[in-house]
């Protein structure tokens, strides 16, 4: 286990030198002698802040799976090593939504809470995103976001109150269990202030009555459960956040059968023949949702991709990291946009695989879970 | 050499009994010895016409690039092994178009030419698809499909006079190079008689100024220039075909940049806004031009698949896969549709690898390289 950690981190106070981030002027082997050093008397070491910027956007920079990565250097550290309180972390967490969200300019940011140790774990953020919809099971049907009916369920048991009466759009508590002795007292609930939370009501440029379909959605994405590793170190909640690419919420989170499932009704709106998959009703309203996202994002001011520009700012990302000698790990199924995938030009090649080593965000299958209403 | 060619043959015939194909009584016991012998003799042998009927089945089975695979039982064999004159080859080329075609009731056929033997090469068909336009450079444009310019070249200089005017939408000769002694002749050309093309002339179901772009696309999608691999056996002459699903002529062949690049005119009669990529014109597009040749097609009676319905058969295939015990290897990234991808079931799930070992369509190099045009 130590040798494993040894070699890990071997390498990557080096690159953090290498670069030329690190702000001191240690040299590599003095780092690296350092580090032995301090593994050899804790068992871990502790992150300089300049590696611990570093490593947060080189593992952006190696998500095989984001489109977006063509900043990863403009990235914005909140470091809070030192917060393992459920009610710090909490507080914490609504701080970054309030950093991240300025108004509608996003700002990408993580913030990276205590790391698990040989002696005592990080806290643990139990929501996929910081916000979210809760989804009520009503009869047959689900009132809000289905994804999330067990994550509701969960949170109600801890003693979550819906608002009253319940909404398609009602955003969920964080759950935080605590790091260091706290971890026993288990999850917490705490609720966001709502006015922290930017939201963005959603209408059609051409469509009148789209509005009246009372559609919106909340401005920033926020993963929240996924550990970020770095060098041996593992910081088990460090939520993250970009901006959102139009077709996620508008070809996905809206339309996708199994989330708020708003095609057929877009679609009846429209006049569409929904008796037969030839009309392509499907696929015309899954254009107007998202174009409808777009523009209400876009007339609101809040940073929003769109899936054209995007790809092509990905490709320019690819040639710099090709020019800078680095492979750039790539999952296709995930870069390629849910809609008009042939239309963009990330369709079109092939990638290099993606990475397993280096810096990292990783899923915890429990993390995985619990973002799903597991109470365990 | 002949040992890999003997074992990897092993399995085939095996196979065959073992499903029950071989009409035949022999055992596999015996067709192995008989099959060692002939190898021993010749140093290749000769498949029983249930054998090559299977193999073509699983090669189709085994695609791991093809949505349309459910049917595979269903794939129509034309035994051509005796026939390696240029000719010949070129008037069962035109036969296959006939048979397969049959008035827009399309058949998935496959007709297999004369196999390459240690002692004498099988003929080769040099188009990619029986049925293509030709690409003309004219000044800094393209008149026609640019994919095939280069081919257009070759086929020129090998003697093939355009139809005058030229046009956008004229069918390539087949260029054939026969086998056996013929092989020294090189590639001779053959035009397909107009009357054996079967095209549908392309209309929207909502907007009248449709047909007057005067757009068109041939109704048989024949692949040409794949070569079949079957138990140690290979084949470089077996064109198939299925039927078109729209996507592949409404959001590629005729939307990609590189292709008949229709998207800005279209959304230019659309009316719709093109300076600027949010206002989302090539999604939209993409999804009419889609439309308009699923809705061309049906009117004319001639076979498509949608990119829905397809999907779903696909995932009921997979599903009879599982059932027998088999694999089912899939490539992701041609499965997803080019529109749409997100809508359609595919999307959501993670498949078995592409393989690469029993009966198989490959493409050669060589083949690929002559398909664009290379004159070698
Ligand atoms: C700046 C704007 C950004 C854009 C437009 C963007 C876009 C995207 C998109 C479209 C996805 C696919 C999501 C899905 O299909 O569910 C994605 C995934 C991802 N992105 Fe980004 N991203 C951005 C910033 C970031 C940042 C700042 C980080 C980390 C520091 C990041 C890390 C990731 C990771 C780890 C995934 C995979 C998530 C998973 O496996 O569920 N992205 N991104
Ligand atoms: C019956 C209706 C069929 C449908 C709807 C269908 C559909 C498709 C589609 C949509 C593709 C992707 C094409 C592209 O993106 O360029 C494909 C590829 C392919 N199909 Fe099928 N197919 C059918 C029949 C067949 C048959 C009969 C065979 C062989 C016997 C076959 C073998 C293949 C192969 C080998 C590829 C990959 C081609 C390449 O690598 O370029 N398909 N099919």
Same mark, same amino acid.
């Given at each position: 286990?130590?040798?494993?950690?040894?070699?890990?981190?071997?390498?990557?106070?080096?690159? $953090?030198?290498?670069?030329?981030?690190?702000?001191?002027?240690?040299?590599?082997?003095?780092?690296?002698?350092?580090?032995?050093?301090?593994?050899?008397?804790?068992? $871990?070491?502790?992150?300089?802040?300049?590696?611990?910027?570093?490593?947060?956007?080189? #593992?952006?920079?190696?998500?095989?799976?984001?489109?977006?990565?063509?900043?990863?250097?403009?990235?914005?550290?909140?470091?809070?090593?030192?917060?393992?309180?459920?009610?710090?972390?909490?507080?914490?967490?609504?701080?970054?939504?309030?950093?991240?969200?300025?108004?509608?300019?996003?700002?990408?940011?993580?913030?990276?809470?205590?790391?698990?140790?040989? $002696?005592?774990?990080?806290?643990? &953020?139990?929501?996929?995103?910081?916000?979210?919809? #809760?989804?009520?099971? $009503?009869?047959?049907?689900?009132?809000?976001?289905?994804?999330? &009916?067990?994550?509701?369920?969960?949170?109600?048991?801890?003693?979550?109150?819906?608002?009253?009466?319940?909404?398609?759009?009602?955003?969920?508590?964080?759950?935080?269990?605590?790091?260091?002795?706290?971890?026993?007292?288990?999850?917490?609930?705490?609720?966001?202030?709502?006015?922290?939370?930017?939201?963005?009501? +959603?209408?059609?440029?051409?469509?009148?009555?789209?509005?009246?379909?009372? +559609?919106?959605?909340?401005?920033?994405?926020?993963?929240?459960?996924?550990?970020?590793?770095?060098?041996?170190?593992?910081?088990?909640?460090?939520?993250?956040?970009?901006?959102?690419?139009?077709?996620?919420?508008?070809?996905?989170?809206?339309?996708?059968?199994?989330?708020? =499932?708003?095609?057929?009704?877009?679609?009846?709106?429209?006049? +569409?023949?929904?008796?037969? =998959?030839?009309?392509?009703?499907?696929?015309?309203?899954?254009?107007?949702?998202?174009?409808?996202?777009?523009?209400?994002?876009?007339?609101?001011?809040?940073?929003?991709? =769109?899936?054209?520009?995007?790809? #092509?700012?990905?490709?320019?990302?690819?040639?710099?990291?090709?020019?800078?000698?680095?492979?750039?790990?790539?999952?296709?199924?995930?870069?390629?946009?849910?809609?008009?995938?042939?239309?963009?030009?990330?369709?079109?090649?092939?990638?290099?695989?993606?990475?397993?080593?280096?810096?990292?965000?990783?899923? =915890?299958? &429990?993390?995985?879970?619990?973002?799903?209403?597991?109470?365990?």
């Amino acid at each position: 286990e130590f040798l494993r950690l040894f070699h890990t981190e071997a390498e990557e106070p080096g690159a $953090t030198a290498v670069k030329g981030v690190a702000a001191r002027a240690a040299s590599f082997e003095e780092r690296l002698a350092e580090v032995r050093d301090e593994i050899a008397r804790t068992g $871990t070491y502790v992150h300089t802040s300049a590696e611990l910027t570093f490593g947060a956007r080189v #593992a952006w920079r190696q998500s095989a799976r984001c489109i977006g990565r063509l900043y990863w250097r403009s990235l914005h550290l909140r470091d809070r090593r030192h917060v393992v309180a459920p009610d710090e972390v909490a507080a914490e967490c609504v701080g970054h939504v309030d950093e991240a969200t300025r108004r509608g300019r996003i700002r990408s940011t993580i913030t990276v809470f205590a790391p698990d140790t040989p $002696t005592s774990p990080g806290p643990r &953020v139990w929501n996929e995103q910081l916000i979210r919809y #809760a989804g009520y099971r $009503t009869g047959g049907r689900v009132l809000g976001d289905p994804r999330y &009916v067990g994550f509701t369920d969960h949170a109600r048991t801890l003693g979550w109150v819906p608002p009253s009466p319940m909404g398609r759009f009602d955003v969920l508590p964080l759950v935080v269990s605590g790091g260091g002795s706290f971890a026993a007292q288990g999850p917490q609930i705490y609720e966001i202030p709502p006015e922290k939370v930017l939201e963005v009501d +959603l209408e059609h440029p051409d469509h009148r009555w789209f509005a009246d379909l009372g +559609l919106r959605w909340h401005a920033l994405p926020v993963i929240s459960n996924m550990r970020l590793d770095i060098g041996g170190v593992s910081y088990p909640a460090a939520p993250f956040n970009g901006w959102y690419m139009a077709t996620e919420i508008g070809a996905r989170n809206l339309a996708d059968a199994e989330r708020y =499932d708003m095609l057929a009704e877009v679609a009846g709106k429209m006049g +569409l023949d929904t008796s037969n =998959d030839r009309t392509m009703w499907r696929d015309r309203a899954a254009v107007e949702l998202t174009l409808a996202v777009q523009h209400s994002f876009d007339v609101a001011g809040v940073s929003m991709a =769109d899936h054209h520009g995007e790809s #092509a700012r990905f490709l320019r990302h690819l040639e710099r990291e090709e020019q800078s000698g680095r492979k750039c790990p790539v999952d296709w199924s995930w870069i390629v946009p849910p809609i008009s995938g042939g239309l963009t030009p990330v369709f079109h090649r092939y990638y290099d695989e993606p990475t397993d080593t280096g810096p990292m965000f990783r899923m =915890d299958p &429990v993390q995985a879970a619990r973002g799903q209403g597991c109470p365990m």
